[in-house]
């Protein structure tokens, strides 16, 4: 059973890991390539899709890691386990402290209503969305090394 736990908490981080790393490198690239407003729209509603689901998704990742570090306390790699889950809770205090309100913003803006300072507000977002992206990678490689 504790084997079953390491291996679906680090598919369920993994994954996420996943999502944002092409949040990154691949939607943001591409809806900031779109002409005109579309790319603006396209963020909005990436705001509102992600916005609603990433929440569950690492408070759901953080408790995984918080199981498998209390469930093995006494195996080799916890340390590791614990130190991963600082990193999540790190994560999860800068999406809500940075990155959160500058999403819960963009994802009500048109072109109509959106401020001038729009693009910078995106920018600031994408550079602390690098920096959590790198927060969360380096706890996914923790929990991927901690079982050896």
Same mark, same amino acid.
């Given at each position: 059973?504790?084997?079953?736990?390491?291996v679906?908490?680090?598919?369920v981080?993994?994954?996420?890991?996943?999502?944002?790393?092409? +949040?990154?490198?691949?939607?943001? &690239?591409i809806? @900031?390539?779109l002409?005109? %407003?579309?790319?603006?729209?396209?963020?909005?509603?990436?705001?509102r899709?992600? !916005?609603? /689901?990433?929440?569950?998704?690492?408070?759901?990742?953080?408790?995984?890691? !918080?199981?498998?570090a209390?469930?093995?306390?006494?195996?080799? !790699?916890?340390?590791? +386990?614990?130190?991963? !889950? /600082?990193?999540?809770?790190?994560?999860?205090?800068?999406?809500? $402290?940075?990155?959160? &309100?500058?999403? @819960? =913003? @963009?994802?009500?803006?048109?072109?109509?209503?959106? &401020?001038? %300072?729009?693009?910078?507000?995106? =920018? =600031?977002?994408?550079?602390?969305?690098?920096v =959590?992206?790198?927060?969360? $990678?380096?706890a996914?490689?923790?929990? /991927?090394?901690?079982p050896?």
């Amino acid at each position: 059973m504790f084997n079953a736990l390491e291996v679906v908490t680090t598919v369920v981080v993994g994954v996420m890991v996943g999502v944002e790393f092409s +949040v990154a490198f691949v939607m943001n &690239p591409i809806l @900031n390539a779109l002409p005109e %407003d579309s790319g603006q729209l396209g963020h909005a509603h990436g705001g509102r899709m992600l !916005g609603a /689901v990433m929440p569950v998704w690492y408070i759901g990742s953080l408790v995984l890691v !918080g199981i498998w570090a209390v469930a093995g306390w006494h195996h080799h !790699g916890t340390g590791l +386990v614990v130190t991963a !889950g /600082v990193l999540l809770i790190l994560s999860v205090v800068m999406s809500l $402290l940075l990155l959160v &309100p500058i999403n @819960n =913003r @963009n994802k009500t803006w048109t072109p109509e209503n959106r &401020p001038e %300072d729009w693009k910078e507000q995106t =920018r =600031r977002w994408m550079r602390w969305h690098y920096v =959590r992206l790198a927060v969360i $990678l380096a706890a996914f490689s923790l929990l /991927v090394t901690a079982p050896t």
